[in-house]
């Protein structure tokens, strides 16, 4: 089992920055990728970004060039920096990870394990 924790989350002016960071613990040696996922109000989940533990990403349309999606091995940690923030990116950002699947599902809302999320606010 496993388990994620994320912060970071604020309440940013349109064109700042805010970095998110999601905290692994448990039995962290299984996961095979770690998602961002956001759920704005009123709105369904969508999926941000993801990194597996080659260091693959891959982002949503919409945030690519601004969100960026690293990981600290040796911390048990992801991060997504988000630059150039807009109004359009306030939700409740989530992390999540699987152990297992191929690199296209991790494009998807398919994952095992879920964070409680953080919010952020942009106005």
């Not at 805010?18 to 905290?23: K, N, S």
């Not at 982002?59 to 091995?73: C, H, I, K, M, P």
């Not at 990870?97 to 296209?104: F, N």
Request: charged content about 20%; some cysteine.
């Amino acid at each position: 089992h496993v388990q994620l924790v994320e912060s970071g989350g604020s309440s940013v002016q349109a064109g700042g920055s805010l970095r998110l960071f999601c905290a692994a613990s448990g039995d962290t040696s299984r996961g095979y990728c770690m998602g961002w996922f956001r759920q704005p109000p009123g709105k369904r989940r969508e999926w941000v970004a993801a990194i597996d533990t080659d260091g693959r990403t891959t982002y949503l349309d919409s945030v690519e060039g601004r969100f960026t999606v690293a990981q600290d091995n040796a911390k048990n940690t992801v991060y997504l920096q988000m630059n150039n923030l807009k109004p359009e990116d306030t939700a409740m950002y989530y992390c999540a990870t699987k152990s297992r699947g191929s690199w296209s599902s991790c494009s998807s809302l398919d994952f095992e394990y879920w964070g409680q999320g953080t919010q952020v606010t942009v106005s």
